[in-house]
């Protein structure tokens, strides 16, 4: 059964969800830090999060797309211990004009930001693993052969929250689509292939 933290407009059909990300909405702790120049993220947890809790070891993969309009535009998938634990891998506009791979770990209410590969296309899919408190990100254009873009650890029980994110930090919000998703209860061999 799916739940929310800021409850959002859905649609579901078939294989297909679509969340919209309002305007200003994101989930970023941004600890103070400034810029002049450029694009810093505000402290932010307000994007629609749409989530299942899962017990233990787990898999969970969906194909994202979305139509890149603003910088940090992005369909994600996240998984949250509390408001000051989480986690996101987002398919991400970023500010530096690039269509990529983007991933965020939330510790102690205190966020980082990486930047991966930069992604052709529109669409690609997004993958979470976890064994016991080790978790890893992993993304793949075909759906086939998946590449680890972040293992880290968290702090977690039993029980984690997993689903999809929507979020338009700096823009006028838009739909994100999330297709063929599935989650899956076991316990990949190597985490890092995430297989």
Request: hydrophobic share 35%.
């Amino acid at each position: 059964m799916f739940k929310w933290i800021n409850e959002g407009k859905i649609c579901e059909s078939d294989n297909r969800i679509e969340i919209y990300a309002p305007a200003q909405s994101d989930f970023f702790c941004n600890n103070g830090a400034v810029s002049e120049e450029g694009i810093t993220p505000d402290n932010l947890c307000n994007a629609p999060f749409y989530y299942t809790d899962v017990n233990g070891d787990f898999v969970m993969t969906v194909r994202v797309s979305h139509d890149f309009k603003d910088t940090y535009d992005s369909a994600s998938v996240m998984v949250m211990v509390d408001m000051n634990t989480w986690a996101k891998a987002c398919f991400e506009k970023t500010d530096f004009g690039t269509h990529a791979a983007v991933s965020v770990v939330t510790k102690n209410g205190e966020s980082d930001d990486a930047n991966g590969c930069n992604i052709e296309g529109n669409n690609v899919w997004l993958k979470i693993c976890r064994v016991g408190n080790s978790f890893s990100f992993h993304f793949s254009e075909d759906g086939r052969q998946f590449y680890m873009m972040r293992f880290f650890n968290l702090p977690a029980e039993n029980a984690v929250k997993v689903g999809l994110l929507a979020q338009a930090p700096q823009g006028d919000g838009g739909n994100r689509i999330y297709e063929d998703l599935s989650i899956e209860n076991r316990t990949v061999k190597n985490i890092r292939f995430g297989e």
